[in-house]
């Protein structure tokens, strides 16, 4: 058995440590998309009229049709890029099969914040940083609990989103 190194922090964690990546942006958010979305969302119920009801939705303090606050105008990508991870054990490997101290993980959690709704012909820029990592000695051996943060505006700037993801690695 590998003994515990004496941290799971890389000096990639370090250097990147609360630095934003570039943003990406999302094809404008149509009505069909959220009436899809809401459908499936809801299946086999109705979904709540305001995401799918334009006259319904013009009587609401919104004004109109809003998204599911879980709405994903991500979900249907024409090209997708994959982006590295910050939370990589040293060498910058994913997860190995030999089981050494560092390369063994799981998901930890998301706690998601919704701030303002997402809107026909809204445009989201969503952007993703490290923001944190705790590390201490669980049943497991060695644990790095980090946190990135993905935060998501619309194009008028109003946050929409914050949410806080947790990954594990032992």
Not at 30 to 56: G, L, R, T
């Amino acid at each position: 058995m590998t003994p515990d190194p004496e941290t799971l922090v890389t000096p990639a964690m370090v250097e990147q440590k609360n630095t934003w990546r570039s943003p990406r942006f999302s094809p404008s958010i149509s009505v069909s998309d959220i009436k899809k979305w809401a459908i499936a969302a809801y299946w086999p119920a109705a979904p709540p009229p305001i995401y799918w009801d334009e006259d319904y939705a013009k009587t609401t303090r919104w004004g109109g049709i809003i998204a599911p606050p879980e709405f994903n105008p991500f979900a249907w990508p024409i090209h997708r890029e994959i982006e590295p991870s910050v939370n990589l054990p040293a060498g910058g490997k994913s997860v190995a099969a030999d089981g050494a101290p560092g390369n063994r993980g799981m998901n930890g959690g998301q706690v998601i914040e919704y701030f303002a709704p997402m809107r026909p012909g809204d445009v989201m820029s969503s952007t993703t940083a490290l923001v944190d990592w705790n590390e201490r000695k669980t049943r497991l051996g060695l644990t790095l609990f980090s946190i990135s943060e993905t935060r998501w505006t619309n194009q008028k700037g109003e946050l929409v989103k914050i949410s806080r993801n947790t990954s594990i690695r032992y």
